[in-house]
């Protein structure tokens, strides 16, 4: 596992979780680690077991210096478009921060408007240990949502591919149409809905 970077001050890592997905809200997070309580095994959401991103996210939670979660609904998404209301979640995780954060990183080669200096950082939930946190936070909040949304909407499968694109959900949206949690502006919703 890579030895990631754990900044030095007050300073936030962000990332997301659900930009791709058809249906349900994108979640951001922003954390503020503290050099003092170091967490082992922070990497990439992606790359860590469901059980080893719930259990670091309770260590997360226990040891940051501050930490935030913040979405942006599925209503935002369609009105904004995914990038802006992404961008509007992320913003929203940092206003939440119990500690004022002094500077930012976001994972990835946007940043949100914040009133603080922000840099980008392309794979930085790889790289820096603030940005691992947020994706683990993000993407553990997220999926919580998900399993919510799923026992509104079983048939979906979200508890399977928490709204991303796959064969299942296809088929679930073509047999059963759009739930309220789906993103009409996103492509094969879209279709499916004109169809109607």
Known sequence: MPELIVPVGLVCGIDEAGRGPLAGPVVAAAVILDPERPIV???DSKKLSEKKRDAL???IRERALAWAVAEATVEEIDRLNILQATMLAMQRAVAALQVKAESALVD???CP???IPC??????DGKIASIAAASILAKTVRDAGMLVL??????YGFDRHMGYPTAAH???LEAHGASPVHRR???PVARQLSLL
Do not use: C, M, T
């Not at 840099?119 to 930085?124: H, I, P, R, S, Y």
């Not at 799923?150 to 048939?155: D, E, G, M, R």
């Open 185 to 187: 502006s996103f492509g």
């Open 170 to 172: 296809f088929a679930a």
């Open 113 to 115: 408007k914040l009133d």
């Open 108 to 110: 990835g080669n946007r």
């Open 41 to 43: 095994g922070l990497n």
């Open 57 to 59: 996210a309770e260590i």
């Open 119 to 124: 840099e980008a950082v392309v794979k930085g």
């Open 150 to 155: 799923h026992a509104q909407y079983p048939h």
